[in-house]
């Protein structure tokens, strides 16, 4: 035990001389040895471990794909109740070109509900009274159509015959044969085709009323349902969405207006062409150019090339040379004149965003979404360029940059949004002022 007593002795003896010099002797801090685990700081991330262009590329990976399964779902919805969505989209293009009037009307002291009315009665006769002069047109040049196209058949079946192909009269048969027989192979597959065609008929029909039931009322109460739906948006954001409503709706307007008459120069220069050479079916054909021409960049084209197969069945190559004359001349004047000068400020889309947007339309919905899918662009790109602009629903700017769409389609309208941006450049808050958006009495509840 003496190492002990040693020990004891030692530590006395320092105790000792640490009370003499008042100082107490610290111990010599042993370090530990380091951990086999290292441990972040609190303030560090574990997301830091993966790479920045990982993690960005997740972030925006599954943003896109609720935006995917949204958009899904939001085509299965509309396609589900297509009966219905068409109706009203053909209800708000009509609605579009009509408007014009209905508020000439409405200035002159006409009712709301009189004035609807009569614009909307005004343009079914119209509309009916020009399909019933095609239509009887149609039927009066059908018989010698007929005729022609059997004169012609003839003539390709002899020059087939005699011309430089040598072909056979065996042959000919034979081919004759194939089509007889694919016809009978197909006879049921025709026959479904007309059959549901005739399940269809009631659709038409109940889009039909749908389609003038909503257009009057879009007429009459167009602005209090605007307003009543933005009354579903959370305070802050009516004003902005509003003023995008107004003025997509100026798009729209312009764009229907300047699309009709587009259609009608088209419908005119080639009519003239067909008639000067007497091709059979003038009338019709010229309402199918007119028709065809809603559908910008390629419907006047294909409508024009129905033109000249008619010419050239009817009255030979001759003829069809002289009408495919007419319609590039008129494809060239539309292109390069009418489309810039008078469209140009009320869309303002590049040529190739209208095709793409046409050939997703199609795609999606047939015909019906070729029809809709430029106004639908412009509308869009109207109420996104403003409300990037103007994110608290105040007037857009004028000059190169404003959007398209901004600019009034009446002088009155024009006279209410000067006088609102006058004020409030001069300082008088934007609420004081009556808006130009709705300048109609607020809807009752």
Do not use: C
């Not at 530990?32 to 262009?53: I, K, M, Q, W």
């Amino acid at each position: 035990m003496s190492w002990l007593l040693r020990v004891r002795e030692e530590a006395r003896g320092r105790l000792t001389a640490a009370r003499e010099t008042e100082t107490v002797p610290v111990a010599t801090a042993v370090a530990p040895p380091p951990p086999d685990v290292v441990v972040l700081p609190a303030d560090e991330s574990a997301n830091e471990s993966v790479p920045v262009a990982l993690r960005v590329g997740a972030a925006w990976a599954w943003r896109l794909v609720i935006v995917a399964v949204v958009l899904y779902g939001l085509f299965w919805m509309i396609s589900l109740l297509r009966v219905v969505v068409i109706p009203i989209v053909v209800a708000l293009l009509l609605a579009a070109l009509l408007e014009p009037a209905a508020g000439w009307l409405r200035k002159r002291g006409a009712p709301r509900a009189l004035a609807a009315a009569t614009i909307l009665v005004f343009g079914l006769l119209l509309v009916g009274g020009t399909l019933a002069l095609v239509v009887q047109a149609f039927i009066n040049g059908l018989a010698d159509l007929t005729d022609q196209v059997s004169q012609a058949l003839n003539e390709g079946r002899d020059w087939l015959l005699s011309g430089p192909l040598h072909v056979s009269q065996d042959q000919i048969d034979q081919y004759v044969n194939k089509a007889q027989d694919w016809l009978s192979s197909n006879q049921s597959s025709l026959t479904s085709g007309a059959l549901s065609t005739a399940t269809t008929l009631g659709e038409v029909v109940t889009g039909f009323f749908l389609v003038l039931f909503s257009t009057f009322f879009f007429l009459k109460d167009g602005s209090q349902i605007w307003r009543f739906l933005t009354r579903l948006l959370p305070r802050p954001a009516r004003p902005a969405v509003r003023q995008a409503g107004h003025y997509s709706w100026h798009t729209l307007t312009s764009y229907v207006r300047a699309t009709v008459f587009v259609a009608f120069v088209d419908a005119l220069g080639i009519g003239i062409g067909l008639a000067v050479l007497k091709v059979p079916l003038t009338l019709p054909l010229a309402a199918l150019v007119f028709l065809g021409a809603f559908i910008p960049v390629i419907g006047a084209t294909l409508s024009g090339a129905v033109a000249v197969a008619v010419a050239l069945v009817t009255q030979g190559p001759i003829s069809a040379l002289i009408i495919l004359a007419v319609v590039i001349a008129v494809q060239q004047l539309e292109g390069h004149v009418l489309q810039p000068l008078i469209m140009g400020r009320a869309v303002a889309l590049h040529p190739l965003s209208v095709i793409l947007a046409i050939a997703i339309g199609i795609t999606v919905a047939g015909i019906v979404g070729g029809l809709v899918a430029v106004p639908l662009l412009a509308v869009t790109n109207t109420a996104v360029r403003y409300l990037v602009l103007r994110p608290d629903g105040g007037p857009a700017p004028a000059g190169p940059n404003a959007p398209p769409g901004t600019v009034p389609t009446d002088d009155d309208q024009a006279e209410v949004e000067e006088a609102r941006t006058d004020a409030v450049q001069s300082g008088v808050p934007a609420q004081a002022v009556a808006p130009a958006a709705t300048p109609e009495p607020p809807a009752k509840a």
